[in-house]
C-alpha cells in the first residue's frame, strides 16, 4: 500500500477520484467489493453440477458425512457423540462418535440450527451440498489474510483469493455436492496458518490460543491436521537453526503448542495420540527444545561470560541429541506408536504397494503426473517457483514458512494424487507474490526525477558522470533535433507498461478461461448419476445407481444385510438405508478380507461365508454391457490380493491369470475365474441378451464363453436397466438338506443317464 | 571445560542470585514464584504417576498439562513484561499481555476440566 500512496502513474482526474480526501476509504471500498466478488466467483464457480444435474451428494465418502449429519439433526448432539451404527460393518458395528472427525457434520448441523432460528427452514440435504461452496468464500478470504500478512503490495492478497477461489486444485475436492471434509478443512488450514503468522509476527498470546482453537476446530474436522502438526514445528525449528529465536516465537509456539494439544485431545477419535504416535513427536520435541534455548538465552543475558554461553551452548545441543535418543528408544520399544501406514507410504512410497493393498488400491493415492499439476494450477504452477524464490530474496520469519510449506507441500503432492489439495493454497500465495511484484514493478514505478536544470546539475555533476554527460550533450545541443531526446524504450516508458499490463492481463483472463473450462468439464460430474451424449448432442442420464438402491430400500427387508465390495457401502448405506459387511471407512482389513475372499472363490466356498455373516443381498457392479469402465471386474484384482494377504492358501493371484500372466475373461479364463462368485455373478444371464455365442463385453473388449455362468447359491433378484447394477438373492439351504449345488442339479434334471446303482463311499452315520 | 573449579562456579553462581535479586520488579519475582510452584506441581504429580501408575490416563495428562501449559503461559506474560524485551514486544502493553494471559487460561482450563472428565 505505501507503494501505491508513494507513487503514483494516474493522471489528476483519476488521482482525485482514487486518493483524495477520501483515498484510504474509497480502497477499503474497493478492496471490500472485490473481495465479495470473489467470493461469488468461488460460490458461482462450484455449482455445475447443481445446476446442470441436481442438487444431491457426489462420490462415496459423502454419503456417510450426510448419512452421520442427519442422524446428528435428528438426534442431537449427545446422541451423536455416543452413536453405536450397527448397520454398517455388520456383524461388528462401528463406534461411530469414536472413529469419525466431527467437525464437518456439527458445522452443518450448527448451520442448519441457525437457519432454522432465523426462520429459514432449509432441508439438511440443501446444506451438506452447498456447504463446499460456502467454505471455497471463506477460503478465499483466508487467503487473502494470510498474503497480506507476507506481502507489503496491496494486489497480493486479492491476487491470492482469486486464485484460491478459482483453482482447480481446490475446486475438485469443493464442488457443491462434494460433502467431503475438506470442504472445511482447507479454510481451517489455511486460516489457522494466517493465525500462526500473525502469532507470530506479534509474539501475542491472544493470536496462539486462536491459532489453537482453530487447530482444534481442524483436527475435528480432517486427519490432515497432521500436516500442520509437523508444519507449525518445522517452522519453528528452522527459525531456531537459523539463528532466528525471539521471544515473540516463544510465547507463540508455546501458546499453540500447550493449548492446541490439548484441544486435540478432546476428539475421540484423536485421544492420546497426540502423546503416543511418531507423527506428533516433533512438535512436542520442538516444544522441549524451545523450553532449552529459551532458558539458555535468559541465562545468557545474565551471564557475562562468554565461557558459559558456550558452555551452556553444548548443553543444548547435548540435551536435544539425548531427547532424540531417547525418542529413538521408545520408539523402538513401542511405548510411542511408529508411524501409520498412512503416513509412512509418503516416506517409502513403494511400501503401501508390498505391504497394506488396500492403501495402494485407492486411486487417489497414486503419485501425481505433471500434466495434474499444470491442468490443476495451469499459470500459477510456473509463478509459484518464482514466488517462492522472492520470499528468498526478502527473508523474514513469515516467509520461511512459506519456503517451508512450499518444499514439503510440493514434495507430498508429487507423491500422491489428493494431496494436491494442500498444494494449491501456497502455490496460489506464492503466486500471488510473484505476480503482484512484476505487477507493481511495471504499474507503479514512476521515472525517476530528470537530472534536473542546468545549474543543479553542474554543481553536483561530479558524483555522476554520465548524467553529467548526457546534461552536457543535452545542453549543447538544440532540443528540436528527434534524435537527441531520451529513447522511448525502457522501464519507465508506457509501452513497456502497457505492454507488461497487458500480458499480464491476458494471462489472467486464460487462467479463469481454464479453470471454468477445467471445473465445468472435469470436476462438476457427480459419480452417482452417469452423463452420456446422445449423437445429437443432447444429454443422456444413466441412473442404475439410485435405481437400484432404490429397489433395495422398497423391496427387501428392514434389515436385509448386503454385502458388495467395500466401495460401495456408504453409498448402500446413505441411498438404500441398508445394513452393510463393509463400507469405504476400511478400518477392519480382515472382514473386507472376508469379503474379497466370498466374492473371489467358489459357490461352495462362499455361501457359508455369505450364510456365516447372515448375508441376505449381493450387490456388485457390472459395466459390461454400458462400457462403463468402474465396474467390479475390474476392481476384482484388488478383491484378491486383499483376500490373499489373509488366507494366502485359499486365494492365490496366480490363479486367476492364464499360463501367459493374461487377466481373461472370455474363452481363455482360468477355470478358478469362470468359478468364482464374482465373475458368475457379473456375467450371469448375460449372454441371453445377445444372439448365440455373440456375448460381448465392451469394458474388456472381448467375446464371452459361449456357455454362460450358472448360479446355484444365489439367485437374480435385481438387474438395474443398463446392467450396471446387479443384485443376487443369497438361498436359504435346501430343504432336504442336500447341498445347494446338488439341488440344483436336481432340479435341473442334470443327469441325463440314469446313475448306476452303486453303493457310494458312505462313512457310518454317527448319532 | 570452562569452569576452573568448583569455587569458581559457586562465585558465579552467588553473583547471578544477587544480580537477579538486585535487578528484578517485584511482580516478576511474584510470577516466578508461581513459575516455581507451578514447576513443583508438576514434578510432584510425575513422580505420583511414575509411583502409583497411569491408571486414568486423561486425568494425569489434563492435570500435568494443566501445569505445563499455565507455565507456558506465565512464561510468555514474563517475557511480555520484561522490560529487556520491549523491542520485541512494540505495540503490546502491560494490560494487553495480562489480558492475553487471563484468555489463554480461560481456554487452557475450560479444556484441562473438559478432558479431566
Redesign the interface.
Known amino acids: 500500500m505505501a507503494v501505491a500512496d508513494s507513487q503514483s502513474i494516474l493522471p489528476n482526474g483519476a488521482e482525485m477520484f482514487f486518493k483524495g480526501e477520501t483515498g484510504r476509504n474509497t480502497r477499503g471500498l474497493l478492496r471490500l467489493i472485490i473481495l465479495c466478488t470473489i467470493a461469488a466467483a468461488a460460490v458461482a464457480s462450484r455449482l455445475f453440477s447443481v445446476i446442470r444435474f441436481e442438487s444431491i451428494i457426489h462420490e462415496f465418502d459423502p454419503w456417510f458425512n450426510f448419512r452421520a449429519t442427519k442422524y446428528l439433526v435428528q438426534h442431537g448432539f449427545y446422541n451423536f457423540w455416543d452413536w453405536f451404527d450397527d448397520r454398517t460393518w455388520h456383524p461388528l458395528g462401528r463406534v461411530t462418535g469414536g472413529t469419525l472427525y466431527p467437525g464437518l457434520m456439527v458445522t452443518s448441523g450448527a448451520i442448519y440450527h441457525a437457519l432454522r432460528a432465523l426462520a429459514m427452514p432449509i432441508d439438511i440435504r440443501n446444506i451438506c451440498v452447498l456447504l463446499a461452496p460456502a467454505f471455497s468464500g471463506l477460503t478465499a478470504f483466508a487467503t487473502y489474510l494470510f498474503t497480506t500478512e507476507m506481502s507489503t503490495s496491496p494486489s497480493a492478497g486479492l491476487l491470492a483469493a482469486i486464485f484460491m477461489g478459482i483453482a482447480p486444485g481446490y475446486i475438485s475436492r469443493s464442488v457443491a455436492g462434494s460433502y467431503d471434509n475438506e470442504a472445511i478443512a482447507i479454510f481451517l488450514l489455511v486460516f489457522t496458518f494466517y493465525l500462526w503468522i500473525k502469532a507470530v509476527k ?5 493470536w ?2 486462536l491459532t ?2 482453530f487447530y482444534g476446530y481442524m483436527v475435528s474436522a480432517w486427519g490432515g491436521y497432521v500436516f500442520i502438526t509437523n508444519l507449525l514445528p518445522l517452522h519453528a525449528f528452522v527459525l531456531i537453526c537459523m539463528g532466528r529465536f ?3 516465537l ?2 507463540s509456539y ?2 499453540w ?3 492446541g ?3 486435540s ?2 476428539i475421540p477419535f484423536v485421544g ?1 495420540l497426540p ?1 503416543r504416535s511418531s507423527d506428533h513427536m516433533a512438535a512436542l520435541g520442538v516444544f522441549g527444545l524451545i523450553q532449552l534455548v ?1 532458558g539458555t538465552e535468559y541465562i545468557r ?3 557475562p ?1 562468554k ?2 554461553q ?2 551452556l551452548r553444548a548443553m543444548v545441543l547435548i540435551i536435544f541429541v539425548v531427547a532424540f535418543g531417547l525418542l529413538v528408544l521408545l520408539t523402538v520399544s513401542g511405548t510411542i506408536a511408529p508411524w501409520s501406514g498412512r503416513f509412512y507410504s509418503l516416506w517409502d512410497t513403494g511400501y503401501a504397494k508390498i505391504h497394506i493393498p488396500i492403501i495402494a488400491s485407492v486411486s487417489e493415492h497414486q503419485p501425481t503426473a505433471w500434466p495434474a499439476f499444470f491442468f490443476d494450477l495451469n499459470m500459477l504452477i510456473w509463478l509459484f517457483p518464482a514466488g517462492v524464490y522472492m520470499c528468498f530474496r526478502q527473508l523474514k520469519d513469515e516467509q520461511v514458512f512459506i519456503v517451508i510449506y512450499a518444499v514439503l507441500a510440493s514434495y507430498f503432492a508429487g507423491v500422491m494424487v489428493r494431496l494436491m489439495l494442500t498444494l494449491t493454497p501456497v502455490v496460489c500465495v506464492a503466486a500471488a507474490m510473484a505476480l503482484s511484484q512484476i505487477l507493481d514493478t511495471f504499474t507503479v514505478a514512476t521515472e525517476p526525477a530528470p537530472p534536473a536544470a542546468e545549474g543543479t546539475s553542474q554543481s553536483n555533476g561530479h558524483a555522476n558522470g554520465s548524467a553529467n554527460i548526457s546534461a552536457k550533450l543535452s545542453s549543447a545541443i538544440p532540443d528540436t533535433l528527434r534524435s537527441t531526446k531520451s529513447p522511448l524504450v525502457g522501464i519507465y516508458s508506457y509501452l513497456s507498461k502497457s505492454l507488461i499490463t497487458g500480458a499480464v492481463t491476458s494471462y489472467l483472463l486464460l487462467f479463469v478461461l481454464h479453470c471454468t473450462w477445467v471445473t465445468s468439464n472435469a470436476y462438476s460430474s457427480p459419480s452417482v448419476v452417469l452423463a452420456s451424449k446422445l449423437p445429437d448432442g443432447s444429454q443422456h442420464i444413466i441412473d442404475d445407481y439410485r435405481e437400484a438402491y432404490y429397489w433395495l430400500r422398497q423391496n427387501t427387508a428392514q434389515n436385509a444385510k448386503v454385502m458388495s465390495w467395500w466401495d460401495y457401502g456408504y453409498q448402500i448405506g446413505g441411498m438404500a438405508d441398508r445394513p452393510t459387511l463393509v463400507d469405504n471407512n476400511t478400518w477392519n482389513n480382515t472382514h473386507i478380507a472376508t469379503v474379497g475372499k466370498a466374492m473371489s472363490s467358489r459357490e461352495e466356498v462362499s455361501w457359508p461365508i455369505m450364510r456365516q455373516h447372515e448375508v441376505d443381498y449381493v450387490l456388485v457392479v457390472f459395466g459390461g454391457l454400458l462400457g462403463y469402465s468402474g465396474d467390479d471386474i475390474n476392481k476384482f484384482l484388488w478383491m484378491v490380493r486383499i483376500a490373499e494377504g489373509i488366507w494366502p492358501d485359499e486365494v492365490k493371484e496366480r490363479d486367476f491369470f492364464t499360463a501367459r500372466g493374461e487377466y481373461r475373461v472370455d474363452d481363455g479364463a482360468t477355470p478358478t475365474m469362470r468359478n468364482s462368485l464374482m465373475y458368475k455373478m457379473s456375467y450371469y444371464n448375460f449372454d441371453k441378451l445377445f444372439p448365440a455365442g455373440q456375448a460381448q463385453d465392451r469394458v474388456r473388449g472381448s467375446k464371452l464363453p459361449a456357455q454362460g455362468p450358472e448360479l446355484s447359491t444365489l439367485e437374480e433378484a435385481f438387474t438395474s436397466e443398463n446392467w450396471i447394477i446387479r443384485i443376487y438373492k443369497v438361498k436359504k439351504p435346501d430343504n432336504l438338506g442336500r447341498g445347494l449345488i446338488e439341488a440344483g442339479q436336481f432340479d435341473k434334471g442334470g443327469k441325463k443317464k440314469k446313475a448306476p446303482k452303486r453303493r457310494g463311499a458312505r462313512v457310518l452315520r454317527v448319532d | 571445560s570452562s569452569i576452573k573449579n568448583t569455587s569458581d562456579a559457586q562465585q558465579i553462581a552467588i553473583g547471578v542470585w544477587n544480580n537477579y535479586v538486585d535487578r528484578t520488579p517485584q511482580r516478576t519475582k511474584l510470577l516466578d514464584a508461581f513459575l516455581l510452584f507451578l514447576v513443583t506441581v508438576g514434578v510432584l504429580q510425575f513422580v505420583y504417576c511414575v509411583i502409583a501408575g497411569n491408571f486414568p490416563f486423561n486425568a494425569f495428562l489434563a492435570g500435568f498439562s494443566a501445569t505445563v501449559g499455565q507455565f507456558v503461559l506465565t512464561a510468555s506474560l514474563r517475557i511480555q513484561t520484561n522490560p529487556e524485551n520491549k523491542s520485541d514486544f512494540e505495540g503490546l502493553s502491560h494490560e494487553r499481555a495480562f489480558a492475553d494471559y487471563v484468555f489463554g487460561s480461560l481456554i487452557l482450563h475450560f479444556f484441562c476440566v473438559n478432558f479431566i472428565n
Open positions: 506479534l509474539g501475542s498470546v491472544m496462539g490460543a489453537a482453537l525471539s521471544p515473540r516463544y510465547v508455546t501458546t503448542y500447550a493449548l494439544t490439548l484441544a485431545m478432546q492420546f502423546i529459551g543475558q545474565q551471564l561470560s565461557q558459559f558456550t558452555l
